[in-house]
Nanobody, 115 residues
Framework: QVQLVESGGGLVQPGGSLRLSCAASRSNFSPYYMGWYRQTPENERELVARIANDGSVGYADSVKGRFTINGDSAINTVYLQMNNLKSEDTAVYFC?????????WGQGTQVTVSS
């Protein structure tokens, strides 16, 4: 079984930055994709950004130009750099990995954007 360990959430003012990290507990995990989702009490979980094992990336329209996802070559560890944060980015952010053995989720990390 693989665990995804997230870190980097917190409280930041509008316009500020945060960097989220997600690390797989196994070094030979080799997922197809790693991604970040977010969820609020009012909304369903939504995809924010995703990176494939060929290095290709994708973003939700709401974060394009502000968020950047990257990772190591095997995408066992991925990062989400979030710049110019807005109040509407406030949510619990979840790391997700899709691998031959299944889909895995992290425990979630709270991001709060508020003055």
């Amino acid at each position: 079984q693989v665990q995804l360990v997230e870190s980097g959430g917190g409280l930041v003012q509008p316009g500020g930055s945060l960097r989220l990290s997600c690390a797989a507990s196994r070094s030979n995990f080799s997922p197809y994709y790693m991604g970040w989702y977010r969820q609020t009490p009012e909304n369903e979980r939504e995809l924010v950004a995703r990176i494939a094992n060929d290095g290709s990336v994708g973003y939700a329209d709401s974060v394009k130009g502000r968020f950047t996802i990257n990772g190591d070559s095997a995408i066992n560890t991925v990062y989400l750099q979030m710049n110019n944060l807005k109040s509407e980015d406030t949510a619990v952010y979840f790391c997700n990995a899709k691998a031959p053995s299944g889909s895995y989720w992290g425990q979630g990390t709270q991001v709060t954007v508020s003055s």
